[in-house]
């Protein structure tokens, strides 16, 4: 408990404080420097919007949470078997290797057109790049962690009699899970804000959808809302994926 | 052995997907839809080269002008962080949560703010880019060990020197793997930014692309800013390979 005390005493309060600090000079600076709501609105407007357009956001806040986290989960399987494709069959990794890091050199929101033209504008093209931006990210950091392992560990758990899959199962990918979940933190954030930007492009709802509507209808305050709201749920999400891992990983 | 050296050189998996992409495309009788023919790229790419040359400058200036801005502030930062660990800790997490802004979706407003003008792009650029150099620079300059310090010390070296010869050459490694992942999204910032309206640079002709449905000139694109990244991301592993080789164990 005390242990407890002490976190949130030097953790908390200082992130607070900031927080606290930057709302209140964002309000002052607002109201006495007369900027007008559509360059900045004060945090309290904000807020007020928010609320009031919840009912309208909500939906595509759904829409939005469940294509990246579709993305994500699909990604993240993608990457690791493809990671432990390499790790089992080196030819398929020298050969393919350099093409997945061809293919990483490309920014991802360059393929967004190309998901639209192939997925149509439905929730699946946004899924999609979101699953390609998602696995890149995991699929080099399993790589990275599988080339932690100590070969020494490697020929003694062979040396026992071990299979190929049993040291990759018993092994390698224990040994690889810290990495592996960097990789999924940054698939996590990157898969929100990749279905987002697609969005943006061409879908029937969803919050990129939304605030490129409000964007044309130079309605400021519904694009503030929006960003507010997507950016609480994916910061809840990253939070909650945090967790997870300081639960299941408590070996590094 | 000859077979096996030669699918061993990491060019091999490139040289035959683009095989395949040649021969199995007019084969299989593949959509244009999906995966049109490589030579009907090509030819789109010839066909319009003279613009596809400017707007391929035009992204690459707003990338660099956005990476050197976002690159000064995130050491900035990273160096701020270390001198002073309150300031780390209150405002470190808050930038932590900026980043999952979808700082996309701010494009309008950025645009609102600075014009259609290439600051807004270098803006958006800024943005993506420093939070990963401020945290690399944060790390690094924390592998600087109390004793190394003491030493200098009592050799009467002042702070700036401590900083200079000691903590700056030590956080390099780990500030260049920071500039290395800041450059790819420098990239994305410039691009994106493009989006909100231009009209020149290859967001815009990404945008066009999406538009008239041109599959052809997506795929051109798609070769191209691939090409523009790696471009980046070699010239700075080249910078690094030179003048930072040295690795803090």
């Given at each position: 408990m005390a242990?407890?005390?002490?976190?949130?005493?030097?953790?908390?309060?200082?992130?607070?404080?900031?927080?606290?600090?930057?709302?209140v000079v964002w309000e002052v600076a607002t109201s006495f420097a007369n900027i007008p709501q559509y360059i900045l609105p004060a945090p309290s407007a904000i807020a007020e919007a928010t609320v009031s357009s919840l009912p309208r956001l909500a939906g595509g806040l759904w829409l939005t949470t469940y294509e990246a986290m579709a993305g994500f989960a699909i990604g993240s399987l993608l990457g690791l078997s493809i990671a432990c494709l390499f790790l089992l069959a080196p030819p398929a990794?020298?050969?393919l290797l350099p093409l997945v890091i061809a293919l990483n050199t490309v920014p991802s929101i360059a393929f967004?057109?190309?998901?639209?033209?192939?997925?149509?504008?439905?929730?699946a093209s946004k899924i999609a790049i979101a699953a390609l931006s998602v696995s890149f990210a995991v699929l080099l950091s399993a790589l990275e962690g599988f080339s932690r392992t100590e070969d020494g560990h490697i020929n003694l758990?062979?040396?026992?009699?071990?299979?190929?899959?049993?040291?990759?199962?018993?092994?390698?990918l224990p040994s690889a899970l810290p990495s592996i979940a960097t990789g999924l933190r940054i698939g996590l954030a990157r898969s929100t804000i990749a279905v987002i930007v697609a969005e943006m492009l061409g879908a029937y709802n969803g919050i990129g959808q939304i605030v490129y509507r409000a964007t044309?209808?130079?309605?400021?305050?519904?694009?503030?809302?929006?960003?507010?709201?997507?950016?609480?749920?994916?910061?809840?999400?990253?939070?909650?994926?945090?967790?997870?891992?300081?639960?299941?990983?408590?070996?590094? | 052995m000859r077979p096996r050296l030669?699918?061993?050189?990491?060019?091999?998996?490139?040289?035959?997907?683009?095989l395949a992409w040649l021969v199995l495309v007019p084969l299989l009788n593949v959509p244009p839809r999906y995966l049109p023919p490589l030579g009907r790229v090509v030819a789109d790419a010839a066909s319009v080269s003279l613009e596809l040359w400017n707007s391929f400058l035009r992204t690459l200036i707003e990338t660099a002008l956005g990476f050197v801005a976002g690159v000064t502030l995130g050491v900035a930062f990273g160096i701020v962080?270390?001198?002073?660990?309150?300031?780390?800790?209150?405002?470190?997490?808050l930038f932590v949560?900026?980043?999952?802004?979808?700082?996309?979706?701010?494009?309008?407003i950025v645009v609102i703010w600075f014009g259609n003008s290439i600051l807004a792009k270098v803006a958006i650029a800024l943005y993506l880019t420093f939070f990963p150099v401020a945290v690399a620079t944060l790390r690094g300059l924390q592998m600087v060990d109390e004793k190394r310090v003491d030493l200098f010390l009592s050799f009467g070296a002042s702070k700036a020197q401590i900083f200079w010869r000691l903590a700056l050459p030590i956080a390099m490694p780990s500030i260049f793997t920071g500039l290395k992942l800041g450059v790819s999204l420098s990239l994305v910032g410039a691009i994106v930014g493009e989006w909100f309206g231009d009209s020149v640079g290859l967001g815009v002709m990404l945008l066009q692309a999406l538009y008239f449905e041109q599959v052809e000139r997506v795929w051109v694109l798609i070769v191209i800013c691939g090409l523009l990244g790696a471009l980046l991301y070699g010239l700075l592993a080249l910078i690094e390979r030179k003048y930072v080789w040295w690795r803090i164990v």
């Open positions: 242990h407890r005390v002490k976190i949130v005493a030097t953790e908390a309060i200082p992130v607070l404080f900031a927080l606290v600090m930057l709302l990794r020298m050969l967004v057109p190309l998901a639209l033209l192939w997925f149509g504008m439905g929730a758990l062979r040396s026992f009699g071990a299979g190929r899959f049993a040291v990759l199962w018993r092994l390698q044309a209808e130079m309605d400021s305050q519904t694009v503030w809302s929006a960003i507010l709201v997507s950016s609480l749920t994916s910061l809840t999400l990253y939070g909650l994926l945090v967790m997870v891992d300081r639960r299941l990983i408590w070996w590094r | 030669l699918l061993g050189h990491p060019a091999a998996g490139i040289v035959l997907a683009l962080f270390t001198w002073s660990r309150f300031l780390e800790r209150s405002i470190l997490p949560a900026l980043q999952s802004v979808p700082v996309i979706a701010f494009g309008a």
